[in-house]
């Protein structure tokens, strides 16, 4: 839609007459008397405007879409609040266009009452994915109506359908420069040809039984409301895994649904109240915060206590009432990071974990990555409208289908021993797929879901308390670190190289102040013998066995300082040190050459 111009006044006298004002020249000019009663018109502005739209958000302070013209027929889009067409305000407003209105209030009143006669209404979105009063779907661009259609927005940011009309912000001229809207921008309808059951089936080739869950949280993300209502819950996934193991590539394939989220938020890098906003602002969608540490762990765990249940975070108004104002999640969250919340149970069981365990990948996958990298840079927007016109098959059918499945969990031998809150987030990872099988084609089969979830609940569940006992262990040499409790020579000795670093321990030394932190903590601990097992095995890839041709039983290293000593391996970057993803607060240590 072309900006057209605001033409000047046909008949000036008669509109001056009747309206109190002429226009002439791009101007307004109003009649007025002298003192012995002669008149005479006076030009009040060097503009002209015109009320598009008025945009009913159910605030009291709605917002106009003004067509603004200058004397020079250069043309502008501003957005003016109700609050904001006060003479002093919207003079001040007039000035960033270069315009400036010279007449009084009543002469202001008097145009206003002219353009918005002649208005039209339209409904602001104010954020994006569903919008449950009209059953839209919602992009920064444009709309998923509920015939399934994609409408693109005019100019304006303006998409008339049906009998309404709805007004998105962030690609209207209006906003064109405004960074407020910077994010939004990237969220954004995008379709190729690809086919549902393609990129389904290539994600589970890829990744695994990570893309098989991964794929079906996105499916209850874009029906999280139904979810949350039904069921009274909505869990969390987080990606565990070191660097290069996977998550970043299937996060860009998850997050290209969306159109062109380039990253996730740094959840080193925000605030609590900043964060909760931030996740209020989308409905039924999907948010990716990344690098979860111990230093951030506080910010995360609050999302994941709060916005589990629905509760999210209230904070006050900034007015002069007592208002208040709750910044629930209303979208699916997704963290990843090398290091687990475990030390609070009621935040690591609202967590769906997802292991990323490799670093080196078939020819296979790696054929596959490519792919699936050059379908997301086509765009999946179509597969996310694929997914969305089941929606009243999904709410019909999510609460029966859903109990069903934890009833048959219950009864499975092999899963009676596990938590309630990881059999509910099994039954709901296996509904969202059963619910849909005969409506999507899958990539993979209803057998494949529901082996993939049981052998991953078996993996899983060890995995996790094997990594959760090694890393408090860690943790509580930190701890004991930071106290000054231990020394370099004495309990331990670093052996710091460029690019890489070793740690030998006494554990005989440290399993005290293991016992101590846990105490401390109120953790659960293991017995000497156990923990020193999980410590030392083979599946700890941070360990370091001997090969001791005298001792061939032996893990422990024969160290010049310590005598006998386990050896493991440090990772470093930045003068950070991690140890089984846990980090390490070593004073930094002089860096020797590359060992031979």
């Not at 690591?348 to 292991?355: E, K």
Request: glycine letters at 6%.
């Amino acid at each position: 839609m072309e900006l057209t111009k605001i033409e000047d006044s046909k008949h000036p006298k008669e509109d001056g007459d009747l309206l109190g004002f002429y226009m002439t020249n791009s101007c307004y000019y109003f009649q007025q008397r002298d003192k012995k009663g002669n008149t005479f018109n006076i030009r009040v502005s060097n503009f002209l405007i015109e009320s598009l739209y008025n945009l009913t958000d159910g605030t009291n302070d709605s917002i106009r879409i003004i067509k603004l013209q200058r004397t020079t027929n250069e043309l502008d889009l501003i957005e003016v609040k109700s609050s904001e067409t006060s003479l002093n305000t919207f003079e001040t407003i007039l000035k960033t266009k270069r315009c400036t209105f010279k007449g009084d209030t009543n002469q202001l009143k008097t145009i206003f009452e002219y353009i918005m006669d002649k208005e039209k209404s339209a409904t602001k979105i104010n954020s994006i994915g569903y919008q449950a009063e009209h059953n839209i779907y919602t992009f920064s661009e444009s709309i998923i109506t509920p015939e399934n259609d994609v409408l693109k927005i005019n100019e304006l940011g303006i998409i008339e359908y049906k009998d309404s009309v709805f007004y998105l912000p962030a690609y209207s001229q209006a906003n064109i420069k405004n960074d407020a809207y910077e994010n939004d921008r990237n969220i954004i309808y995008q379709e190729s040809d690809v086919s549902f059951q393609t990129w389904t089936n290539l994600m589970y080739q890829t990744f695994g039984s990570n893309g098989i869950i991964s794929i079906q949280y996105v499916i209850l993300s874009l029906f999280r409301d139904i979810v949350y209502n039904e069921l009274g819950f909505f869990p969390f996934l987080f990606l565990f895994g070191g660097f290069g193991s996977g998550k970043t590539s299937l996060m860009k394939n998850l997050l290209g649904l969306f159109g062109k989220i380039k990253d996730g938020i740094d959840l080193g890098n925000t605030t609590t109240p900043g964060l909760s906003r931030e996740l209020s602002q989308r409905i039924n969608s999907l948010y990716y915060l990344k690098e979860f540490t111990l230093d951030n762990a506080e910010i995360a765990n609050k999302v994941i206590l709060t916005g589990y249940d629905g509760v999210g975070r209230t904070t006050g108004e900034a007015n002069t009432g007592n208002t208040t104002k709750k910044h629930s999640p209303k979208s699916g969250i997704i963290f990843d990071g090398n290091y687990l919340p475990i030390q609070k149970d009621a935040v690591f069981s609202r967590l769906i974990v997802l292991i990323f365990e490799y670093d080196k990948f078939t020819p296979e996958q790696i054929e596959n990555f490519a792919t699936l990298e050059s379908l997301v840079k086509d765009g999946l927007g179509h597969i996310l409208k694929e997914i969305i016109k089941h929606r009243e098959i999904f709410k019909k059918e999510l609460k029966e289908v859903y109990h069903d499945y934890i009833k048959q969990l219950n009864e499975l031998p092999e899963l009676k021993s596990l938590p309630e809150r990881l059999k509910n987030h099994i039954a709901l990872i296996v509904s969202s797929y059963s619910i849909l099988e005969n409506h999507l084609e899958f990539g993979y089969t209803f057998k494949t879901v529901f082996t993939e979830m049981k052998e991953y609940t078996e993996k899983q569940n060890y995995f996790l308390q094997e990594i959760r006992d090694i890393s408090i262990f860690w943790q509580s040499f930190d701890a004991a670190l930071k106290k000054g409790s231990v020394e370099d020579g004495k309990q331990y000795v670093i052996e710091d190289y460029t690019d890489l670093c070793f740690v030998y321990i006494r554990y005989e030394d440290l399993y005290s102040f293991y016992l101590q932190y846990c105490k401390e903590n109120s953790l659960k601990f293991i017995d000497k013998i156990s923990l020193r097992e999980l410590l030392t095995s083979k599946s700890n890839k941070n360990f370091i066995p001997a090969q001791q041709k005298s001792r061939p039983q032996s893990k422990a290293h024969t160290h010049l300082r310590l005598k006998s000593a386990y050896k493991f391996e440090c990772s470093k970057y930045d003068d950070i040190y991690t140890i089984n993803g846990v980090e390490i607060s070593f004073i930094q240590q002089p860096v020797k050459n590359q060992p031979f």
